[in-house]
């Protein structure tokens, strides 16, 4: 999953909005980790709702980014 959405990041986010988009998902993720890193429990339900959506993105990224 990693590779595939790392790949979504080099080739579809590269130009100026992709840029944009990524360094604000970077601030609010890390704003985000700060938050959580005293509460475990609300840090595994963060975890467990956004790992559906990042597979099937990976998914969606792995069958349209083949090399």
Do not use: D, W
């Not at 998902?25 to 840090?43: H, N, R």
């Amino acid at each position: 999953v990693t590779n595939e959405l790392r790949r979504f990041k080099e080739h579809k986010l590269a130009g100026a909005y992709g840029t944009k988009l990524t360094a604000l998902y970077y601030f609010l993720s890390s704003k985000l980790v700060e938050s959580i890193a005293s509460q475990p429990l609300l840090g595994r339900v963060i975890s467990l709702v956004s790992r559906p959506p990042l597979y099937v993105v990976a998914f969606i990224c792995k069958k349209g980014m083949k090399k």
